[in-house]
């Protein structure tokens, strides 16, 4: 059954857009985020304590580049209970629906070509909705700066780095050309998840966390994907069909997710490419990826004062509190 898409208002080219990737599983966190009646709730539609989601969050985050008619979300079919009243405030035809979750590569791939098809000179911010930022201003300004870059030079992308305060072996590393703390500069390689000792060593070259916040222009991003993964784009854009103008028939994409196989995009899709990357530092901003139980647990003891009692407003309830389910199970 074919869904019908409504265009917003007039075509715009050459615009910034912003796309959050909201489709994961969230299975590393699954045993905080399973209720006692058994329900399984994906980490980006809890919230810290009791606020609003991760997700809600990471869409006013989105705001800081986009205007609303100009932010998208790429979510899951199967959970719609969860997606429909956070991205209630979106243009219907800015949430993207996954039949079928095939990792991030393709989460991304199907919001750019759905994008493609409506501004083909877009300038894109893609951000991820399961993070948690402290100073988010600070964070606010790293974004814009990102895309004032992409929007610039449109064969480059970017992405953005935090800057370590220790050395985490779970977390993946960007590996800067040159120690640049105010300009965008390549990139040498990623270190995924390194040992404790090389962990210490790549701080001290000046390796950045990759918060996996991605900048570039719509063409840029879609090259990406043409060295190893070309096929896939061909087969999702046949099943788009320019979103703009025609319905979006769900059941031929169904059949086109069908034929896909799982691809990460950063170990499948940015790594094997690093040197045609750009990096960005972000200045600290508190920044943590929510990954795991123990990234949840010093997240919530790294809330300052203020920010628990915000999280308390009536602002778009997630749908299951972390804080209450860490204190539910004793962790």
């Known amino acids: 059954m074919p869904l019908e898409v409504q265009s917003s208002g007039d075509a715009c080219v050459g615009e910034t857009w912003a796309l959050v990737l909201a489709g994961g599983a969230g299975s590393w966190l699954r045993s905080l985020t399973t209720t006692p009646t058994g329900v399984v709730v994906p980490k980006q539609f809890c919230s810290l304590r009791r606020g609003p989601s991760l997700l809600t969050q990471a869409l006013i985050r989105a705001g800081s580049v986009a205007p609303i008619a100009r932010t998208c979300a790429v979510v899951a079919a199967q959970h719609r209970w969860w997606w429909e009243a956070p991205l209630g405030s979106l243009p219907r035809e800015n949430v993207f629906v996954q039949p079928e979750d095939r990792g991030t590569a393709h989460g991304m791939l199907l919001g750019l070509l759905q994008l493609e098809s409506r501004d083909p000179l877009a300038t894109v911010l893609m951000l991820p909705a399961d993070h948690y930022i402290r100073h988010e201003a600070l964070f606010a300004r790293s974004l814009r700066e990102a895309v004032d870059h992409a929007a610039h030079t449109d064969d480059a992308v970017y992405l953005l780095g935090a800057e370590p305060d220790r050395a985490d072996t779970g977390l993946g590393y960007i590996v800067p050309a040159i120690r640049r703390p105010n300009s965008a500069t390549s990139v040498v390689s990623f270190v995924e998840k390194p040992e404790a000792d090389r962990a210490a060593r790549l701080r001290k070259l ?22 190893e993964h070309g096929a896939s784009v061909d087969i999702i854009r046949a099943a788009v069909n320019g979103a703009l103008n025609h319905p979006i028939d769900e059941s031929a994409l169904a059949m086109a997710y069908q034929t896909l196989r799982s691809v990460d995009l950063s170990r499948d899709v940015l790594e094997p490419q690093a040197t045609k990357l750009q990096v960005l530092r972000v200045p600290s901003c508190g920044w943590n990826d929510l990954s795991t139980p123990k990234r949840v647990i010093e997240t919530l003891l790294d809330l300052p004062a203020e920010s628990r009692r915000a999280e308390d407003a009536p602002l778009g309830y997630g749908a299951l509190s972390l804080a209450d389910q860490c204190g539910r199970l004793g962790r």
């Open 206 to 227: 000046g390796a950045l966390w990759n918060m996996f916040v991605i900048a570039g222009s719509v063409r840029a991003l879609l090259e990406l994907y043409d060295s």
